[in-house]
């Protein structure tokens, strides 16, 4: 289902596209591979310059390689089009500081920390806040076990998903009809009077 219709007539001035992909690799690692794209449908008068409409303002890739733990193995960092050539386009080394990190384990802060500010690139540290999720729907039925299915009594561990988000709550009904296995039963409001 779309969005709603908007109230008044509109016309598109700016589009930013963020492209994530995510490849395992023959020596059993994987790259997430992230582009995004700013676009304006006229032309940007920067300081460096004029941009032509539809030619971008931003085109940055990021590469995270990472092992079945989630932990960042290797980072690179690569600047197309940027607003302030030969200046922007250098900050992709600083990228390889995320080495050793983990997408699950205090990523946020440590991203923070090595490449908040004057330390990184604002739209590729951006970049960075969706790769945690995309690694994980990549690893979902490959590396992580997502579903009850068959087997289910030998399961050991209940699937990755469930109590991450407010749908697959174990106490939700979500969780009882599609991972019977895993719900528990949800305790009563007590109302106040």
């Known amino acids: 289902m779309p969005l709603s219709p908007s109230i008044s007539r509109r016309a598109l001035k700016h589009t930013r596209a963020i492209h994530v992909e995510a490849f395992v690799r ?18 940007a008068n920067l300081a460096s310059g004029v941009r032509p409409a539809g030619t971008p303002v931003h085109d940055l890739w990021l590469r995270l390689t990472i092992d079945l733990e989630l932990t960042i193995v290797d980072a690179e960092a690569v600047s197309d089009a940027v607003p302030y050539p030969d ?5 992709g080394p600083a990228y390889r500081r995320l080495i050793g990190l983990n997408l699950l384990k205090g990523f946020r802060n440590g991203v923070k920390e090595r490449l908040s500010g004057i330390q990184g ?7 960075l806040q969706v790769l945690p999720t995309a690694a994980i729907q990549a690893f979902a039925g490959d590396v992580l076990d997502t579903r009850d299915g068959a087997g289910a009594d030998e399961q050991t561990h209940k699937p990755f998903q469930l109590d991450r988000c407010h749908a697959l709550r174990s106490d939700g009904a979500a969780v009882a009809k599609y991972y019977p296995r895993w719900a528990i039963n949800a305790q009563p409001k007590v109302q106040s009077t």
């Open 87 to 91: 200046y922007c386009d250098t900050i």
């Open 26 to 43: 023959d020596d059993g690692l994987w790259d997430i591979d992230a582009h995004i794209t700013d676009i304006k449908t006229r032309a």
């Open 121 to 127: 690139c604002t739209h590729l540290t951006e970049l």
